[in-house]
């Protein structure tokens, strides 16, 4: 299979553009600049004074060429019909999880013995999982607190006896507690009814009686979702939309009911994990940092990376923010730690970084053909694949060079313009020191997002949103 991609311009980046383009006295005179900008006044910003002479910047004019990536389709990866709900992956669901034989799959495939494992956008842990069966360490790195909680609870083995104890403990608490007083936190009355409030609170009062931290994390897993599906919101949406008022009615949800067959399930799921791995010793480091920044994992110490970051910025593709607002709420969480979303990748634009869309011709040539159509949107695609090119630095710090990076993305299309976003990420990681070895194709077919999807928000008019994965995989060589 053939990609396109845009030829690289023949004169050299400086590294000076930036902040210091301001000051630059070669400024009107520079073939990097002057390019750059003609990109950037195209998604109507600017980042050098206004006296610049913008009508005589030129606009990007690169020739279409075959990439000489290697690519192909797989069907071996596509996993139709394996049972993706073994151990505990299943405790939590999650905005579009990866399924355990992709991540198990490229561990096998690339972890040398007593390799060390990351994933940077580690979600609800399910790479983290795979690693920890198999005895690898590994680390876990997310900014969202209800993505650390579920992951770190997935990776715990814990005496399941002591978990059917604990359930027990919990509903005799609720049954004989007779008043509690309600959180008030913003729009409760809105996204639950009354009775609901009610008999969260007691639930949620007497998992924090619990004295073991894990086993109080294995709760508070089980609470989230009770929470979720006890709220006025739709089923099935990922994104926070209120029930229907006709249907809001005839609501009335058995809260003690569906946290007591949830911790049933899950307990099974543990039993599970703790019977086969309670005597593994592999370490699961979960992290509450920022991969666009410096981690606190040390330098070359990972030996595989394995992960599937956002498909775009949060506030239209995966809202991760709004799935784990309101189980973060009934958690105690408040402030940055319910702003997932506008902290997430593309949550904003920064401009001093606009120089990064330039390690990528395919990331360029794109969003300037949806600038022609929608600035807007061409600025919110943008700022979210700068965001991504940062991370793309701190993996190339902390991983071992011969170390492999194996990323799932997907191609998304915005205003009718698929962004080759296999091609960008090979980009990134060429441009910091990873050297492209092959992409996978797979199906998706049980993936967790609708097959069609509104992106004009007219009603009836739908297109078509991912039906396929690219698995990039790369190795570090400098």
């Known amino acids: 299979m053939r990609a396109k991609t845009y030829a690289e311009p023949q004169h050299a980046c400086c590294t000076g553009t930036l902040d210091n383009c301001k000051a630059c006295k070669e400024k009107h005179n520079c073939l990097m600049l002057r390019e750059q900008l003609a990109f950037y ?10 006296n610049t ?3 005589t910047l030129t606009n990007i004019k690169y020739l279409w060429q075959d990439s000489t990536r290697t690519k192909k389709y797989d069907p071996s990866w596509n996993y139709a019909e394996d049972n993706t709900r073994g151990y505990t992956h ?3 669901p999650y905005p579009a999880m990866m ?15 007593k390799a060390v494992v990351l994933d940077p956008f580690c979600g609800s842990g399910s790479v983290l999982l795979e690693a920890f069966i198999r005895g690898y360490d590994s680390y876990g790195i997310d900014i969202n607190p209800l993505s650390l909680l579920i992951s770190k609870v997935k990776t715990t083995p814990i005496n399941y006896k002591q978990l059917q104890n604990g359930l027990e403990n919990i509903l005799e608490k609720v049954s004989t507690t007779k008043k509690i007083n309600n959180p008030a936190f913003f729009n409760i009355d809105f996204w639950f009814k009354p009775r609901v409030v009610s008999k969260l609170a007691s639930l949620r009062a007497a998992i924090d009686l619990i004295r073991d931290k894990k086993i109080r994390d294995f709760f508070k897993v089980v609470f989230s979702f009770t929470a979720r599906v006890s709220s006025n919101t739709r089923n099935g949406e990922f994104k926070l939309y209120r029930i229907d008022e006709e249907k809001l009615n005839d609501f009335n949800p058995p809260v003690i009911e569906i946290f007591k067959a949830r911790a049933e399930q899950n307990i099974n799921a543990m039993a599970e994990l703790w019977e086969e791995f309670k005597e593994k010793e592999a370490q699961v480091n979960i992290l509450n940092e920022d991969t666009r920044y410096r981690t606190s994992i040390k330098d070359g110490v990972v030996n595989i990376v394995v992960t599937s970051p956002p498909y775009g910025d949060s506030k239209t593709t995966v809202a991760y923010g709004q799935f784990s607002r309101l189980s973060l709420q009934w958690l105690g969480f408040n402030g940055q730690s319910l702003d997932t979303d506008n902290r997430s990748l593309g949550g904003r634009l920064n401009i001093n970084n606009l120089h990064l869309g330039y390690s990528s011709p395919n990331l360029r040539y794109s969003v300037d053909l949806i600038s022609r159509i929608d600035k ?8 979210f694949y700068i965001d991504l090119n940062k991370c793309f630095v701190e993996l190339n710090r902390v991983t071992k060079r011969g170390g ?23 980009d990134f990681g060429e441009h910091v020191g990873f050297r492209h070895i092959e992409t996978i194709i797979r199906k998706i077919p049980n993936k967790r997002m609708p097959s069609k999807n509104s992106p004009t928000n007219k009603t009836g008019v739908l297109g078509a949103t991912m039906t396929e994965e690219y698995i990039v995989i790369m190795e570090r060589i400098k």
Do not use: W
């Not at 006044?41 to 206004?50: A, P, Y």
């Not at 807007?376 to 700022?383: E, G, H, L, S, T």
């Open 41 to 50: 006044n195209r998604l109507g910003v600017s980042q050098i004074d206004d």
């Open 404 to 426: 492999f990076l194996c990323m799932v993305v997907g191609n998304r299309t915005v205003k009718g313009i698929q962004l080759p976003t296999d091609e960008i990420v090979a």
């Open 53 to 55: 002479d913008a009508d």
């Open 99 to 113: 399924i355990p034989q992709v991540a198990g799959r490229l561990i096998d495939l690339y972890a040398k013995p």
């Open 376 to 383: 807007k949107r061409a600025r919110d695609v943008m700022a």
């Open 90 to 92: 299943p405790i939590h």
